[in-house]
């Protein structure tokens, strides 16, 4: 099987073995082999909840160098409306659309037209879903991997409209190669975001397809950049108004509010946070949550504004947002007319259907995963039941699982090997006297 | 000439009726097995919808049943088997939208009258005997190779 590009990367040297992030994963990707954490490429969903419980900093988000992106004729940032709530007061929006050209970009396309154009989509398309319910947006790239990985049997519950963000991408590439009268490959999109999560999309979409963006960069990577250039420029930019760079209020409802307005008249339930949806998402795939038309998962608590790669606190960053919402007209005629032309003629559907991840591969016919099964349960019931972690597993359950399917041996339980005891002394008490 | 399918997988759960605390967790545990299988994902999510409206009508209205989940090399087949009230009338049982839940179950949001519709449209056979007084027994069979 090819391996999948993930968010989040392990440094062996540094890892020191704490299980602390083998406990966090809520796919139970990790194991902890001879002191060093490692981790089950297939079950891994970018959430990103190790490096946070990483006690001796040994986990780092993944970088991708965006230096052939750089080397395209024209390069365009995409940014998430996140960009906007990150700055310190007396910093226009204009300014910071500067900002990013000084570090290089051509242009900076905003979404607003595909956030419009995207809500009108979602309303017709849930008006017209039979079933089942409820509908899951796409936005969250690391909801659409939960469900891949942990509820499979709610594929068929994932809302197939494409992200904003990627509808922008085509949409920048489109425009930029039509007035330079250049191919739309020599066109570099580059979504400017909030979470690694979102970068990691673009190079590894959830539905196997080809993104149409070519790169993510942090709002923290930019973020510096961005503010000395503020912070020297132009008194002229500050003054160009809000309305005229985002026309409508639309461009920053998404992320403060999700689809709340949008779907007025629709059962709607917002839901961030990951536990939180995992708490949720267990009762749905019962079908418990059918009277529920549309529930907008994201895994960060708080939505987007408060990704991994953010800088400002998130109550700061959305009072910001309310305000720029509240200096913003409601609709504008701009955008209008902009979704009236292009509504009927693009399509907004994801590029390919997106499919559960398949997590082991060739396991053999239905005997023998059978076979496995069985044994895994006769195994679990010789294990002490501790979920202590010391065997390298999670949890008793997952290493009766690993030992019937040969990655590993019931010796890795301390109760049944002496030598492991000595191991597991060698390496977390050197040093320890 | 009758072809017997080969059982290959057997479980048994204890359901207690009116005991919410612990309700949901025998079709959980049947949705764990099903996805170390790796058994095909809308196949999972029928026999998980089947397994959690039943085992809920068990909680709902029984005072103790049984869950038993059989993979065959064609089928899963869950039968559940309750003592109980039973259901005096199974072609109104069945009917979108027919309850006798109390309120307090509907507080809780159960009862509204789609569980044995929803395990009728997921399933691919189901029987349904239940004698008055006694008991119900229901079984579910999901063919595994059948498309939804
Ligand atoms: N195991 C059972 N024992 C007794 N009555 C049952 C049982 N299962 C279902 N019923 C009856 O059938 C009705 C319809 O069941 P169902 O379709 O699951 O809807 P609900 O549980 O929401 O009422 C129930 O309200 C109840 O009267
Ligand atoms: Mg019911």
């Known amino acids: 099987m090819r391996e999948i590009t993930h968010a989040f990367k392990i440094d062996r040297d540094k890892c020191r073995g704490k299980l602390a992030c083998m406990g966090r994963c809520p796919t139970q990707a990790l194991r902890v082999k001879d002191g060093k954490a490692e981790v089950i490429s297939e079950l891994c969903i970018d959430c990103g909840n190790c490096l946070k419980a990483c006690p001796s900093g040994a986990i780092s988000a993944t970088t991708h160098s965006l230096k052939a992106v750089w080397k395209n004729k024209y390069k365009v940032a995409v940014p998430s409306p996140v960009l906007f709530s990150q700055f310190p007061d007396g910093i226009s929006s204009a300014q910071i659309i500067e900002g990013l050209k000084s570090i290089g970009f051509d242009a900076v396309y905003i979404l607003s037209v595909e956030n419009a154009l995207v809500n009108k989509a979602i309303r017709e398309f849930v008006a017209q879903w039979k079933g089942p319910f409820p509908l899951i947006p796409p936005y969250c790239p690391v909801i659409v991997r939960l469900i891949q990985v942990a509820y499979p049997g709610m594929i068929g519950q994932l809302l197939p409209i494409e992200v904003q963000r990627e509808l922008a991408g085509r949409e920048a590439k489109r425009k930029y190669a039509k007035m330079l009268g250049i191919s739309t490959d020599e066109v570099a999109a580059i979504h400017v975001t909030p979470c690694q999560a979102k970068s990691i999309s673009i190079v590894e979409p959830a539905e196997g397809a080809k993104s149409y963006l070519d790169g993510g960069i942090g709002i923290s990577d930019v973020y510096n950049a961005i503010l000395t250039y503020a912070q020297s420029s132009k008194e002229s930019e500050s003054k160009i108004p809000e309305k005229d760079i985002f026309f409508s209020a639309e461009m920053f409802q998404g992320v403060l509010r999700g689809q709340r307005r949008n779907l007025h008249g629709f059962h709607y339930i917002p839901l961030t946070g990951l536990r939180n949806v995992i708490h949720v998402f267990d009762d749905v795939e019962k079908g418990k949550m059918r009277l529920v038309d549309f529930l907008e998962c994201y895994a960060c608590w708080g939505g987007c504004t408060n990704g991994n790669l953010t800088v400002d606190n998130f109550y700061v960053a959305r009072s910001k947002l309310h305000r720029l919402v509240t200096e913003l007209p409601e609709k504008s005629p701009v955008i209008e007319a902009e979704v009236e032309k292009r509504y009927s003629s693009q399509d907004f559907f994801l590029k390919a259907p997106l499919k559960p991840r398949s997590i082991k591969g060739d396991m053999g016919n239905l005997k023998e995963r059978i076979k496995r099964i069985k044994e895994a349960e006769a195994i679990l019931t010789t294990l002490p039941g501790l979920n202590c972690g010391l065997c390298g597993a999670p949890s008793c359950k997952a290493l009766a699982n690993d030992i019937a399917s040969g990655e590993a041996k019931k010796t890795d339980c301390i109760f049944f090997s002496k030598d492991r005891l000595d191991r597991l002394r060698s390496i977390y008490l050197t040093n320890k006297k | ?148």
């Open chain 2, 1 to 148: 000439m009758t072809v017997y399918s080969e059982e290959l997988f057997k479980r048994v759960f204890t359901v207690y009726g009116h005991n919410f605390d612990t309700a949901g967790e025998t079709s959980t545990e049947i949705k764990s097995i099903l996805k170390g299988l790796e058994i095909d994902s809308d196949i999972i999510r029928r026999a998980l919808v089947v397994a959690f409206e039943a085992e809920m009508n068990v909680v709902m209205y029984a005072n103790i049943g049984t869950v038993s989940f059989v993979i065959t090399d064609e089928a899963i087949d869950i039968e559940v088997a309750d003592e109980g009230p039973g259901i005096p009338d199974i072609e109104q049982a069945m009917q979108e939208g027919f309850s006798t839940a109390s309120d307090e179950m509907r507080e809780k949001g159960f009862g509204f009258g789609m569980g044995l519709p929803n395990i009728k449209k997921n399933s691919d056979v189901l029987k349904i005997e239940s004698d008055v007084g006694k008991g119900t027994k229901l079984l579910a069979r999901i063919r595994l190779d059948s498309n939804a």
